[in-house]
């Protein structure tokens, strides 16, 4: 099993209890499977459609936005992530 700590931006933060989310999950773990996993230990709110906010968003590790296809095998048995939500502008 591995760790992994998720770091919640933008509309993420209102869906967790804290700035990052822990999980646990076997190695290999992809992060199409880490977004079922995200969308079990979030909650929901009122007004906001947390499938399809997970859907749209990306997760990045500190140097890259990750593939669905990745799949998590840190060295240190730790994964350090970051789910960002779409944005907009002008």
């Known amino acids: 099993m591995i760790r992994i700590r998720v770091k919640l931006f933008?509309?993420?933060?209102?869906?967790g209890t804290?700035?990052?989310?822990?999980?646990?999950a076997p190695r290999g773990t992809t992060v199409s499977e880490l977004?079922?996993?995200?969308?079990?230990?979030?909650?929901?709110r009122p007004g906001v459609d947390l499938?399809?906010?997970?859907?749209?968003?990306?997760?990045?590790d500190n140097a890259r936005i990750l593939a669905e296809?990745?799949?998590?095998?840190?060295?240190?048995?730790?994964?350090e992530l970051a789910i960002l939500p779409p944005v907009c502008g002008g």
Do not use: K, M, N, Y
């Open 10 to 15: 933008g509309a993420f933060r209102q869906l």
């Open 51 to 60: 499938a399809a906010l997970l859907q749209d968003s990306v997760i990045a």
């Open 35 to 44: 977004r079922a996993l995200l969308a079990q230990r979030l909650t929901a």
């Open 18 to 24: 804290g700035p990052e989310v822990s999980l646990e």
């Open 69 to 79: 296809t990745h799949a998590l095998e840190p060295s240190s048995g730790e994964a």
